[in-house]
């Protein structure tokens, strides 16, 4: 378990310095976690209380439209996961949030969070910094969706999670992509 939140403290530490008062407060609150694949870890009925940071495992964040599941982010190890908006706002959100495969994380209440902003300026500077690469992330994906051919959005979609793609199913990347899966299977055919 030690080595595990070192991993965590090591995430922290490419954007801040963690001072000992810091890991300390950040090791009393975040306890781990598991989830067996195909589990839901977080309902869009119920307001996200939880944030999730991956060790081993992958999620996925998906919300239903005309009765489809269109998955929406797929975050794998030493990465954060929650429904963001739910989470800042304690409101419900469409987001849903699985277990792709057997994962193992590190939880951490929404109240711990705000406990530690409050306490630990230098968090502040860590959610700043950390949210400005998922927001280049974002900006990419919208400009993928909007101005892309279907074999476009795959090579965008592979150079993004070009480490864990193989390990999520067809007719996931499909709703991801926002084309169907056959025409997936074409442009996969085609490589």
């Known amino acids: 378990m030690t080595s595990s939140k070192n991993k965590l403290f090591a995430h922290f ?10 890991k300390s407060a950040l090791d009393s609150r975040v306890s781990f976690v598991s989830f067996k694949k195909g589990e839901l870890v977080h309902d869009a009925d119920s307001v996200c ?10 999620f996925r964040t998906y919300f239903y439209k005309d009765g489809k599941e269109i998955s929406e982010y797929f975050p794998a190890e030493n990465e954060w996961c929650n429904s963001p908006k739910s989470l800042m706002t304690r409101q419900k959100d469409i987001y849903y949030i699985d277990a792709i495969e057997d994962t193992e994380a590190f939880c951490l209440q929404v109240n711990d969070l705000g406990f530690l902003f409050d306490h630990f ?3 502040e500077r860590y959610a700043r910094l950390s949210m400005g690469t ?4 974002l900006m ?9 051919t279907a074999k476009e ?5 592979i150079e993004t999670y070009h480490g864990i793609h193989h390990r999520i199913p067809l007719g996931m990347v499909a709703s991801y992509l926002g084309i169907a899966q ?3 299977s074409r442009i996969r055919g085609e490589k």
């Open 13 to 22: 530490e490419q954007y801040i310095k963690l001072s000992d008062e810091l």
């Open 49 to 58: 209380t939880k944030s999730y940071f991956i060790q081993k495992g992958l």
């Open 121 to 123: 300026p230098e968090m």
């Open 134 to 137: 998922v927001f280049g992330h």
């Open 140 to 148: 990419e994906r919208i400009t993928s969706l909007r101005f892309t």
């Open 153 to 157: 959005k795959y090579d965008h979609f």
């Open 182 to 184: 056959e025409t997936l």
